[in-house]
Every structure is written in structure tokens, then in C-alpha cells.
């Protein structure tokens, strides 16, 4: 069987995208991906066979190669980076097709932590894009927030099940049912990071109750001070 790569492509501009997955991207033979990742990449498809998926039917796809791949390689595409968000599908295609080479990419997540000047180092990242319970993760938002981490967050899109979507309105209510501070709390959403497209909003938690954002958002919550390095000068100075 031919090379599987899985690989990361930004957030959305070809700017986004490493020199080293473009190659990957530019020597392979198949692809397949999804309507918005293949886009960020299109620049780099020309003779390739391209399978566009959705959620539903990429299965099918995966199957339908599988047996006809020989020695021909394959890049799975991924908007953002491979190995945060993704791991429900990565996982599946390890079951397909056994071993995989992933590379990584610039994520969203890093994109947003750098526009609000909010340190990952000190922040917490969670991702709510899942498919099972995220009620274990409602909890770790509330700890971290309670604990005074600033938080990058992941929202859930799921128009279809209201009862699991959990975008930026749908937070800010849980926030404030939960006792949160809401009209005090700083954050931060951008959508479409990096694309001629991209939008932000920066303001408090309880504005956003009402307020729709696309599926490709992105949360900030900051709660970060300044501790430059000068406060602990007494290290070399003495």
C-alpha cells in the first residue's frame, strides 16, 4: 500500500499552510477532504483524483479507496492541525487503513491565543467539536475559569440537535446559570481566522447571548495579567 498522510492546513489562508505539507500535497495522488479544507488547498490539487466528503458520506470514501489504492499515496487533509480537534476521525483512519503518517499544522487555536495576546503557556485549550458528552468538558471550562486560566475554546456546532449545540450564545448562558460573572468577563471570537472572510468580536461573555457565529469559531476568554520577567529580577541581580 502507497503512503497515508493525514496533515494539517491552517486555518484557512495558503499562507497558513507549511512548505513541508505542501509537498506532501503536491506529490501525492489522491486526496480527500472536506468542502472548506480543500479550498484552503487548491492552489496545490491540479492532476490530482479528489474525493470531496462530508461528514456523512466520508466513509464511503475511505472504503471506496481503500482497495483500489496500491501503491499510489493518499493525503487526508485537516483545516487547522491534525492532532487537536481531530482525533475521532484520525482514529478511524488508523482502523482503515493501518499506518498513517501525521503532520501537523497550524492550528486556529494559535491563530486566536496570538490576536488576543493570551500566552498558551498559561492557558487551558479545550475543544467542545466532539461527538460524545461534553459535559465533563462544561465542567472543565467552569474549573478553569474558576481557577483563573484564561480559556481557548473550541465551540460545538450542531444546528440539527439543539440539545447538543453549544456555540458562543448557548456558553454565555451556561455561564451565567452557572453563577459567572457574565457582564464582567472578557472574551474574545473569531471567525473564519485568516481568510479574507475573518471577523472578531471582543467585548464581554453576556453580550454574546442571542449572537449566531459561523462553525469555524473560535473563543477566548482572557484572564491573563502581565508577569514579565523583570518581576523575578532578583534571580541574576543578587
Excluded at 500535497?25 to 470531496?52: A, M, P, R, V
Excluded at 461528514?55 to 470514501?61: D, H, L, P, T
Amino acid at each position: 500500500m502507497g503512503k497515508i498522510y493525514a496533515v494539517g492546513v491552517g486555518p484557512g489562508s495558503p499562507k497558513y499552510v507549511t512548505q513541508v505539507v505542501r509537498e506532501i500535497i503536491q506529490n501525492c495522488d489522491i486526496i480527500i477532504g472536506y468542502k472548506y479544507t480543500l479550498e484552503t488547498i487548491q492552489d496545490f490539487l491540479e492532476g490530482k483524483e479528489i474525493h470531496e466528503v462530508t461528514m456523512s458520506n466520508q466513509e464511503g470514501a475511505y472504503q471506496k479507496v481503500l482497495p483500489v489504492l496500491g501503491d499510489r499515496s493518499l493525503v487526508i487533509p485537516f483545516t487547522g492541525d491534525v492532532n487537536f480537534s481531530e482525533s475521532e476521525v484520525v482514529d478511524r483512519l488508523i482502523e482503515i487503513f493501518g499506518e498513517i503518517e501525521i503532520i501537523p499544522g497550524i492550528s486556529s487555536i494559535q491563530v486566536a491565543a496570538a490576536k488576543a495576546k493570551v500566552p498558551l503557556d498559561k492557558s487551558k485549550v479545550i475543544t467542545m467539536h466532539v461527538t460524545t458528552s461534553i459535559e465533563e468538558k462544561k465542567l472543565e471550562l467552569q474549573k478553569a475559569l474558576i481557577d483563573g486560566f484564561s480559556v481557548i475554546l473550541i465551540p460545538r456546532p450542531w444546528p440539527k440537535q439543539p440539545d447538543k449545540h453549544f456555540m458562543p450564545s448557548e456558553i454565555a448562558i451556561y455561564l451565567k446559570e452557572n453563577n459567572f460573572p457574565t457582564k464582567d468577563m472578557k472574551v474574545h471570537v473569531f471567525e473564519k481566522l485568516t481568510t479574507k472572510n475573518e471577523t472578531s468580536f471582543v467585548g464581554v461573555v453576556k453580550d454574546l447571548e442571542g449572537r449566531e457565529f459561523s462553525d469555524l469559531s473560535v473563543m477566548v476568554f482572557n484572564q491573563t495579567k502581565i508577569d514579565s520577567y523583570m518581576n523575578y529580577r532578583w534571580q541574576w541581580e543578587n
